[in-house]
């Protein structure tokens, strides 16, 4: 399982004193900077953390994540300050800053942190052409060399994240064999109760089209033979598998 540690301002700060950066046991430290837009825009972090989440990863890591679930209703500088505060410190102490500048917004601060930290050579951004300062993010990003992509794709920039960090290739298999083992066996479940309750009618598809049960039936069949010979196991049906006990000898 994946071991993540989400600090968000104020009160989580990452206390960790780990300073070797690529060390064994040091977690990679990704801050999610970008467009916010006062807690207006798309909670695209927490859909981004997710996608993180669900990918089997080689280390630990640390995700700072400025977006704040309140706000103070009164315009409180110290809240404002100790904002900024949190943000700072931890986009000095990140290994990758990952920037996602929404299309539609203004993202101010953005700009000035792109602006900051675009020679600290740990910066990648994410902006689509149609944003109204493109060409200020572009010109930025060739002169320091920051590597930048025209999308907002969550899924896209998780997959270049969990890339950074390392994927664990063998439980990302194991994960998604066991994935297309469950999708069988809920097509066997489904194929079974329609012939128990004597039906070989229509049998509607998560797509919403419609197929007959026994052409269902065949094309399980099909499938359950093309997972065995992928994995070099059986799909082991619950009615197949061999429940009795070792007996002593």
Sequence with gaps: MNKIDIFTPPEKWDKCNCSIIGGKNCPVKIFLAGTIDNGDSADWQQELIDAINSTSL?????????????????????????????????????DKIIMNILADSKSPISLMELGLFAREGKLAVFCP???YRY?????????????????????????????????????????????????????????DILLHNGEDDWFNLPDNSSVRVGWYEKHFKEKKK????????????????????????
Aim: include cysteine; charge should be negative; charged fraction near 35%.
């Design 135 to 191: 060409d200020n993010v572009l010109a930025v990003c060739k002169r320091y060399g920051v590597p930048l992509f025209n999308t907002n794709n969550v899924p896209y920039i998780a997959e270049k994240i969990c890339e950074y960090i390392g994927v664990d290739e063998v439980a990302e298999a194991k994960k998604k064999m066991e994935e297309e083992r469950q999708e069988l066996l809920t097509m066997k479940n489904d194929i």
């Design 58 to 94: 080689k280390r630990p890591v640390s995700i700072y994540n400025p977006r704040r679930e309140k706000w103070s209703s009164s315009d409180d500088h110290r809240e404002i300050n100790r904002q900024i505060e949190w943000e700072l410190h931890h986009l000095e102490r990140a």
């Design 129 to 131: 052409k149609t944003f």
């Design 226 to 249: 093309e997972f065995e010979e992928k994995y070099g196991e059986p799909l082991c049906l619950e009615k197949e598998s061999n429940t009795e006990t070792l007996k002593s000898g």
